[in-house]
């Protein structure tokens, strides 16, 4: 569970974040917990309208990685946030983290070796989350013929302008809140048209189509609003996706094959107890 400040996600704080050259304002409504790649806010901007809004901050302050078990062992233990840490990781020569295997390398016992490991540790964990950041944007970015129907709409992205002392301005990115939803795990199956069922699955299934893997469809990123009578089904959370960049064919259809957004579906889908009449709609 991540080190949080008292009060500091609370109800009426608030957070800046630099876009464009511009400052916008954040009042915060309440925080989707439990924060696991980012912080999730339901916020509000006058800049951007009367409506509520989602921040996701790829803060690794805050990063589920620095407690992978919820008991530390010796071999997991819990990397808990620090300032020092966090000014010797900024400190650090640019490509001094390279892969994992540094961080498991045996270490000389003294204090200096100590020191250096731990801001190694925390330039892995903001390569984390720079690369959630990353993926994301680049997702939505990708996407964006479905953007305000399939999936939100992206509105925003920047950095935040910590509220207390920090080494780093966290990425950020604010999205199109998706109000009166109900996600897969808790929606009725009767309440759905079967036309609607249909949809999600070509949805996931277009993914690919524009370079993109989901890579974490599961009951709770798939929301359908209004929760009652749903006319829309909205896939959410891209920070764990797969983005094709330099990748050759053989490599992305390997990727294709291994996050396999549609074979993710169709098993959530037969849990939920859903069965897609259409003959038409594949899932891959």
């Not at 797969?242 to 996050?259: L, M, P």
């Amino acid at each position: 569970m991540a080190d949080i400040p008292p009060g500091m996600f609370s109800a009426g704080q608030r957070i800046s974040l630099i876009a464009s050259e511009r400052t916008f304002t954040f009042t915060i409504d309440r925080p989707f917990m439990p924060f696991t790649k980012s912080v999730v806010l339901l916020v509000r901007s006058q800049e951007l309208g009367p409506d509520p809004v989602v921040l996701k901050m790829y803060d690794p302050r805050f990063l589920d990685e620095r407690f992978p078990l919820p008991v530390p062992t010796a071999l997991n233990p819990h990397r808990h946030w620090s300032l020092a840490a966090e000014r010797a990781a900024a400190a650090l020569p640019p490509g001094t983290y390279k892969d994992e295997d540094q961080l498991y390398a045996e270490l000389p016992d003294d204090p200096q070796a100590h020191a250096e490991r731990t801001a190694l540790w925390e330039a892995y964990f903001r390569y984390l989350s720079t690369r959630c950041f990353k993926d994301e944007k680049m997702a939505y970015e990708n996407l964006r013929v479905l953007q305000g129907t399939a999936i939100p709409r992206l509105l925003l992205t920047g950095v935040i302008i910590p509220p207390d002392e920090r080494a780093i301005q966290p990425p950020a990115i604010v999205l199109e809140y998706v109000p009166d939803a109900v996600s897969l795990r808790d929606v009725s199956i009767e309440a759905v048209d079967a036309d609607l069922w249909t949809t999600l699955v070509r949805v996931v299934d277009s993914f690919t189509t524009y370079d993109v893997c989901h890579n974490d469809i599961n009951h709770n990123n798939i929301l359908f609003t209004p929760r009652e009578h749903p006319k829309r089904v909205v896939v959410i959370d891209f920070g764990c996706a797969a983005v094709r960049e330099d990748e050759d064919d053989e490599t992305w259809e390997e990727i294709k094959f291994q996050t396999g957004d549609g074979r993710r579906l169709q098993w959530v889908l037969q849990r939920k107890g859903v069965t897609i009449a259409d003959k038409d709609s594949s899932v891959a």
